[in-house]
């Protein structure tokens, strides 16, 4: 249907088309790559009757099983990152609870040591510390499912843009509607809840069971602290807070890096300026509007938008800074067989230049003069001019630029423009050619500057296409800031939600520095109330419940950095300017970890520190 919707005759005879997406069932024991194998054959035999310029490896043929097309490949990462991200702060919360468990376990050791001696079985007390632990895993569960409700706006809210074309909205469009708590839902929550429950109660229920019945009983004025083991030795205390450590540092270290990539990202030098600048798309139906009526109609509007008021110029563009881009085709640097590159075309008006602010390095922009049949001319951006003619000047120059609706045309260099980043924020700028829209008129796209909001200029700019032809769709609103945080949209989901689970990492392992500290301060009453009896200041006393928080804080760190160290190797292709080992970045989040861990150790400590010792010799 392509040519004759389009009145495009050459549509799909013309051998520099790269815009088509075939979908096709295989036969059966067809295998995907058989398939890739015979399409790899035929892409070769394609490249011999017409060869396509070098560095083009995504216009070859490629097989891609359409279940992986279906959903954006770099946002299919990201939610496997953020998946790796929940699993993690799942584990961290197991750790935290099993260590305020066997806190609770020890409390409750002459209660345990009573059971045992009337006759209970260590299995049936096995049994009753896990099913409390469950209880407990069943309540998280279930405050997650409410919690998860508005954790479901969170992520609608920063839903990732797809990369726009026309495949993106055929088969790749993130449906925010089916992101919903469902029965699989919930029936997933309550086997992980369960699951949870019995993984952090099991440890508290073994060491409980196995309990020195004759010297638990003989344990009568010790209390339960009798035989506490400080948090420097080696004990499951101390080795699941260190294990804490570890996992948050892990969750911290990505999200500090993912943050300083998007603080990088965010300034990257685009090349054009986004403030100020209201962006549409119109659509102009090619049965209606001829070559002759486009350009007219695109004249029209451009004269009637600047007369509006608060409008500084206007523009028609094919493509917009950062989203992508509209069309690739080749440069030839000589009539026929010659040097050939590729380049993005961009068919603007005189103003683009003036309306993104994209400076004019030499030579001069388009014209009234530049119309359909006056001589074909063109602008090069700075990497073309440098890439296709090294130590020339092109302006003068004659190319042959091969476009999907007229064939290969001759035309002029007649300028050098700045370097724009089209294809995203996070890729270098391309070669660029562009052209004039009244000899190259692909689309009715206008781009306004304004004095003021842009945003206050739409219903004037909608007003004037209507009035031009009430029939045309005006969609894509939306002001060049917009656009631009729509471009930055995968990594901001990334950088936010992993930040948010590094957070909540972060809490947790502050709430289990301090349970561990806390509990150790309270089983360490007499031994610090002795100490104090016989000389020892309050500064000493903060000073030895804090330094041994900051010891365990220290062997997590030193288990956690190189964990980190290996497990950020998976974000290396999410991010922009920063590398995976980034020493900034885990400087950074490695003496955060220990300020929280110091802060969780001090309260405690402040307490130990004001201990009387006439009652803490009569504690227990």
Same mark, same amino acid.
């Given at each position: 249907?392509?040519?004759?919707?389009?009145?495009?005759?050459?549509?799909?005879?013309?051998?520099?088309?790269?815009?088509?997406?075939?979908?096709?069932?295989?036969?059966? #024991?067809?295998?995907?790559?058989?398939?890739?194998?015979?399409?790899?054959?035929?892409?070769?035999?394609?490249?011999?009757?017409?060869?396509?310029?070098?560095?083009?490896?995504?216009?070859?043929?490629?097989?891609?099983?359409?279940?992986?097309?279906?959903?954006?490949?770099?946002?299919?990462?990201?939610?496997?990152?953020?998946?790796?991200?929940?699993?993690?702060?799942?584990?961290?919360?197991?750790?935290?609870?099993?260590?305020?468990?066997? #806190?609770?376990?020890? +409390?409750?050791?002459?209660?345990?040591?009573?059971?045992?001696?009337?006759?209970?079985?260590? &299995?049936?007390?096995?049994?009753?510390?896990?099913?409390?632990?469950?209880?407990?895993?069943?309540? #998280?569960?279930?405050?997650?499912?409410?919690?998860?409700?508005?954790? /479901?706006?969170?992520?609608?809210?920063?839903?990732?843009?797809?990369?726009?074309?026309?495949?993106?909205?055929?088969?790749?469009?993130? +449906?925010?509607?089916?992101?919903?708590?469902?029965?699989?839902?919930?029936?997933?929550?309550?086997?992980?809840?369960?699951?949870?429950?019995?993984?952090?109660?099991?440890?508290?229920?073994?060491?409980?069971?196995?309990?020195?019945?004759?010297?638990?009983?003989?344990?009568?004025?010790? #209390?339960?602290?009798?035989?506490?083991?400080?948090?420097?030795?080696?004990?499951?205390?101390?080795?699941?807070?260190?294990?804490?450590?570890?996992?948050?540092?892990?969750?911290?270290?990505?999200?500090?890096?993912?943050?300083?990539?998007?603080?990088?990202?965010?300034?990257?030098?685009?090349?054009?300026?986004?403030?100020?600048?209201?962006?549409?798309?119109?659509?102009?139906?090619?049965?209606?509007?001829?070559?002759?009526?486009?350009?007219?109609?695109?004249?029209?509007?451009?004269?009637?938008?600047?007369?509006?008021?608060?409008?500084?110029?206007?523009?028609?563009?094919?493509?917009?800074?950062?989203?992508?881009?509209?069309?690739?085709?080749?440069?030839?640097?000589?009539?026929?067989?010659?040097?050939?590159?590729?380049?993005?075309?961009?068919?603007?008006?005189?103003?683009?230049? &003036?309306?993104?602010?994209?400076?004019?390095?030499?030579?001069?922009?388009?014209?009234?003069?530049?119309?359909?049949?006056?001589?074909?001319?063109?602008?090069?951006?700075?990497?073309?001019?440098?890439?296709?003619?090294?130590?020339?000047?092109? /302006?003068?120059?004659?190319?042959?630029?091969?476009?999907?609706?007229?064939?290969?045309?001759?035309?002029?260099?007649?300028?050098?423009?700045?370097?724009?980043?089209?294809?995203?924020?996070?890729?270098?700028?391309?070669?660029?050619?562009?052209?004039?829209?009244?000899?190259?008129?692909?689309?009715?796209?206008?781009?306004?500057?304004?004095?003021?909001?842009?945003?206050?200029?739409?219903?004037?700019?909608?007003?004037?296409?209507?009035?031009?032809?009430?029939?045309?769709?005006?969609?894509?609103?939306?002001?060049?800031?917009?656009?631009?945080?729509?471009?930055?949209? &995968?990594?901001?989901?990334?950088?936010?939600?992993?930040?948010?689970?590094?957070?909540?990492?972060?809490?947790?392992?502050?709430?289990?520095?301090?349970?561990?500290?806390?509990?150790?301060?309270?089983?360490?009453? &007499?031994?610090?109330?002795?100490?104090?009896?016989?000389?020892?200041?309050?500064?000493?006393?903060?000073?030895?419940?804090?330094?041994?928080?900051?010891?365990?804080?220290?062997?997590?760190?030193?288990?956690?950095?190189?964990?980190?160290?290996?497990?950020?190797?998976?974000?290396?292709?999410?991010?922009?300017?920063?590398?995976?080992?980034?020493?900034?970045?885990?400087?950074?989040?490695?003496?955060?970890?220990?300020?929280?861990?110091?802060?969780? +150790?001090?309260?405690?400590?402040?307490?130990?520190?004001?201990?009387?010792?006439?009652?803490?010799?009569?504690?227990?």
């Amino acid at each position: 249907m392509s040519p004759s919707l389009l009145h495009v005759p050459t549509r799909l005879t013309n051998a520099g088309n790269f815009w088509l997406r075939i979908m096709a069932r295989s036969d059966h #024991g067809v295998s995907a790559t058989q398939a890739g194998t015979d399409l790899d054959a035929l892409g070769r035999e394609m490249e011999k009757a017409d060869p396509h310029p070098s560095k083009m490896e995504e216009w070859r043929v490629r097989a891609t099983p359409l279940a992986e097309a279906k959903s954006d490949p770099a946002i299919q990462k990201s939610l496997l990152v953020m998946f790796a991200a929940v699993g993690l702060v799942l584990l961290i919360a197991c750790v935290n609870v099993a260590n305020l468990l066997l #806190g609770r376990a020890v +409390s409750r050791q002459k209660e345990v040591a009573v059971r045992l001696a009337v006759g209970a079985s260590r &299995r049936a007390l096995v049994g009753q510390f896990l099913t409390e632990s469950v209880i407990l895993g069943l309540a #998280g569960g279930l405050g997650g499912v409410f919690i998860a409700a508005y954790g /479901i706006d969170l992520a609608t809210a920063l839903r990732p843009e797809a990369l726009e074309d026309a495949w993106t909205h055929y088969v790749r469009a993130l +449906s925010t509607e089916s992101i919903r708590i469902d029965a699989w839902v919930v029936a997933f929550n309550l086997a992980v809840s369960t699951l949870t429950g019995l993984l952090f109660g099991l440890l508290p229920a073994l060491q409980a069971s196995k309990l020195d019945l004759n010297q638990a009983l003989k344990n009568v004025t010790g #209390g339960w602290s009798q035989g506490f083991r400080g948090l420097r030795g080696l004990n499951s205390r101390s080795v699941l807070i260190v294990a804490e450590t570890a996992l948050a540092m892990v969750l911290l270290a990505g999200a500090g890096l993912m943050i300083e990539s998007f603080a990088r990202l965010l300034g990257t030098r685009l090349g054009a300026a986004t403030d100020h600048i209201l962006t549409v798309e119109i659509e102009l139906p090619r049965a209606k509007y001829t070559e002759a009526a486009h350009i007219r109609f695109d004249e029209q509007l451009l004269e009637h938008i600047a007369a509006i008021p608060g409008v500084q110029a206007a523009t028609i563009f094919n493509a917009l800074p950062a989203r992508g881009q509209f069309d690739h085709t080749s440069l030839d640097l000589a009539a026929e067989n010659g040097t050939r590159a590729a380049v993005g075309v961009h068919s603007v008006s005189a103003d683009y230049f &003036r309306v993104f602010r994209i400076p004019v390095q030499s030579g001069r922009v388009f014209n009234d003069r530049d119309g359909a049949k006056a001589p074909k001319v063109l602008l090069v951006n700075q990497n073309a001019a440098r890439s296709l003619w090294p130590r020339e000047n092109p /302006i003068g120059k004659h190319v042959w630029l091969r476009t999907w609706e007229t064939g290969q045309q001759e035309a002029e260099v007649i300028g050098i423009v700045g370097d724009v980043r089209y294809d995203s924020l996070e890729k270098p700028p391309e070669n660029d050619v562009y052209v004039s829209f009244r000899q190259y008129a692909e689309t009715a796209n206008v781009a306004v500057r304004t004095t003021g909001n842009p945003v206050a200029a739409t219903s004037a700019v909608v007003r004037v296409v209507h009035d031009l032809d009430k029939d045309l769709p005006v969609y894509g609103v939306k002001a060049m800031d917009e656009q631009i945080a729509d471009a930055t949209s &995968r990594t901001r989901f990334s950088t936010v939600l992993l930040a948010v689970f590094a957070a909540v990492a972060l809490l947790l392992a502050g709430i289990g520095f301090y349970g561990v500290v806390a509990f150790s301060v309270a089983a360490r009453t &007499r031994e610090i109330g002795i100490r104090m009896a016989l000389g020892a200041r309050a500064d000493e006393v903060l000073k030895l419940v804090v330094t041994d928080g900051l010891l365990l804080c220290g062997a997590g760190l030193a288990v956690g950095v190189p964990l980190a160290f290996t497990a950020t190797r998976v974000l290396s292709s999410s991010l922009y300017g920063t590398k995976p080992g980034d020493p900034l970045a885990f400087a950074g989040v490695s003496i955060l970890l220990t300020l929280v861990a110091g802060l969780a +150790s001090y309260i405690p400590a402040r307490r130990a520190a004001k201990v009387d010792p006439l009652v803490a010799l009569r504690y227990e």
